[in-house]
């Protein structure tokens, strides 16, 4: 079996287990929550209001910034390879997508540079395992190979790495 084969091998897999109507209407709101990293961009904005002292708000800011980064780098490299996103037969996406490119994860990509930038002034536990969550629901709900999935989270946890302290 060839990696794209085990790839779309792994996709059927999440699309038809474990799919109660509850799990699927969790994913889908916290898919809606990842839009345009809406929900991560709203924790440093908060975080950098609420934060005592300027070096923490600072290093809010700077993990906005990350975030911001991450998201136009993600756009980039999705209109560079262009791949489309997955079509199951019998299996229609649970999600609205905004658009028909799949590689990389966009939502896998903020959430890994979100985790990996707020890491010092949040849970690191609590960031990156909402970022595996994140991660999992894309292929869960039929918008994503698991490979855009990886593939996003390492770009977003290059650009957070990489980017200026």
């Not at 979100?114 to 039929?142: D, I, N």
Request: glycine letters at 8%; aromatic letters at 6%; one cysteine or more.
């Amino acid at each position: 079996m060839n990696l794209a084969d085990a790839d779309r091998a792994l996709l059927i897999a999440m699309r038809t287990r474990g799919h109660d109507p509850r799990l699927e209407a969790g994913a889908a709101l916290l898919s809606r929550a990842g839009e345009h990293a809406a929900g991560w961009l709203a924790l440093g904005v908060a975080g950098s209001l609420l934060a005592s002292g300027s070096e923490r708000r600072r290093a809010w800011r700077r993990g906005v910034r990350v975030v911001l980064a991450s998201y136009g780098v993600n756009y980039l490299v999705k209109l560079a390879v262009r791949r489309q996103r997955p079509e199951l037969a019998d299996l229609p996406a649970l999600a609205p997508t905004v658009s028909r490119l799949s590689f990389p994860s966009a939502h896998a990509t903020t959430s890994f540079a979100a985790a990996a930038a707020y890491r010092r002034m949040a849970c690191p536990a609590l960031l990156y395992g909402t970022a595996v969550v994140v991660g999992v629901t894309r292929p869960y709900l039929g918008v994503h190979y698991p490979s855009d999935v990886l593939a996003g989270a390492v770009l977003g946890t290059i650009v957070a790495r990489t980017w200026p302290q």
